[in-house]
């Protein structure tokens, strides 16, 4: 059973409703202004760069950092204590492989739909203009809390959000009511005119991390999920999903967990990234801040073969011909660190930034905590790393050294 939303009855629903009717209280979180997975570099310019920063709004920049533009155009907010609007947090963005000005982000906070007012201004944007206008992307009944996308890289009109089965968060609202009904990933066909919730199965808690479509096979598409019980912390839920694989553009789904562990902790998945050049090989990071490799399209996970060199935040190089080299963050948190071999085994190629040293130590609340590393399609050499106060990095010289080139102290307005 699948359940198709319509989002054309939702454009009624949106003009009724001012995009700032609500006021709220926008004080950041223990790790403010955070950048999440919205960090996206232009695959045919790597001086295009596109952030999302929580409360604050949607950035670009044309010249690799020099200087930033507000791009928030349709971008709908809620009214801040004392002035100005509050955005709820942005999760990922995906760039059209075919179009680049073709853009669409996932933004996030409690999950809901157009009719409940915390939930409205969530849920999936696009621009066809490179971000100078956009419109939401939601069918009426839709959980807008979406929290990660993927384009089909042969079919522009083709899209998949994922979402989070939980109740909403807000004070007031029903705690025995969820708003999705058999599965946490939604696709469209029409550029977001209208949605099928896909049948991925529902368990409350589990949310999408990240998704991935095959571009050697655009029926193949990947989900990584975890799942929490009430009170979140570490209490995962029993059984996981782990890696979601459809194998049919989302019509049936298989739950891929060979080789992840029997201990519960394993199959919670935080991150996921495939290899553009060699899409058989998926590597997945976990609860327990290691992670799994595959090599067969996620029929079985494995350990690395160096357990002790472990990365969080990851990602395939998409110039690599191997379709082997990633590169990644330390755990440690002190170095990026590169794979030859798929993540088996790494090496550190430069230091990271000052500011993010310790950002655990809750001596140094004010340090930057890293969330997400990009590499350049032209040019591998170049890469972007984004964290907590609305911070983005870039280096043009293989992570050997990185220039700050946005914070939250200085965004543009």
């Known amino acids: 059973m699948t359940r198709v939303l319509s989002a054309l009855a939702a454009w009624a629903v949106l003009a009724a409703a001012p995009a700032a009717a609500q006021v709220v209280d926008c004080r950041p979180h223990s790790y403010p202004q955070r950048t999440n997975q919205s960090l996206a570099v232009d695959p045919f ?11 604050e709004g949607y950035f670009k920049t044309t010249d690799g950092g020099a200087r930033w533009t507000r791009i928030v155009e ?22 059209d492989p075919r179009n680049p000005e073709h853009v669409c982000l996932a933004l996030a906070g409690s999950p809901g739909t157009l009719s409940l007012s915390p939930a409205a201004n969530q849920g999936v944007y696009c621009s066809s203009d490179g971000g100078a206008r956009w419109e939401q992307r939601v069918g009426p009944q839709m959980n807008t809390a979406i929290y990660a996308l993927a384009i089909d890289p042969t079919n522009s009109q083709v899209l998949y959000a994922g979402s989070n089965a939980n109740a909403a968060s807000y004070i007031g609202a029903d ?57 979140g912390g570490s209490n995962y839920l029993d059984p996981q999903f782990g890696v979601l694989k459809s194998i049919d553009g989302g019509a049936t789904w298989t739950s891929m967990k060979s080789g992840l562990g029997a201990e519960l902790r394993h199959q919670a998945i935080f991150r ?13 990071s976990v609860a327990d801040t290691s992670y799994y490799l595959s090599s067969d399209g996620a029929q079985s996970f494995t350990r690395p073969r160096s357990p002790t060199s472990q990365a969080g935040i990851m990602q395939f190089d998409p110039t690599d011909p191997t379709g082997q080299r990633v590169v990644g963050l330390s755990q440690s948190g002190t170095h990026v660190v590169e794979s030859l071999d ?6 550190a190629i430069g230091s990271l930034p000052a500011d993010t040293l310790n950002n655990g130590d809750p001596a140094r609340p004010t340090g930057v905590r890293p969330s997400d590393i990009e590499v350049s399609r032209q040019d591998a050499r170049v890469m972007y790393l984004s964290g907590s106060h609305g911070s983005v990095y870039r280096t043009g010289d293989g992570g050997a050294t990185w220039r700050k080139v946005l914070s939250a102290a200085d965004l543009p307005q």
């Open 74 to 95: 349709g971008i709908r907010a809620f009214q801040k204590v004392g002035g100005g609007f509050c955005y709820a947090e942005f999760f990922d963005t995906v760039i």
């Open 272 to 284: 996921m990234d495939l290899s553009p050049r060699d899409p058989r090989r998926l590597i997945v």
């Open 45 to 55: 310019d790597d001086r295009i760069v596109y952030v999302g920063v929580e409360g």
């Open 342 to 347: 798929g993540g088996h085994s790494w090496r």
């Open 175 to 231: 705690p025995d009511r969820l708003y999705n009904t058999v599965g946490i990933v939604y696709k469209t066909e029409d550029g977001g005119l209208s949605w099928t919730e896909l049948p991925t199965g529902l368990a409350r808690g589990t949310r999408v991390t990240g998704l991935r479509v095959d571009p050697d096979n655009t029926l193949v598409v990947y989900a990584s999920t975890f799942g929490l019980l009430s009170g």
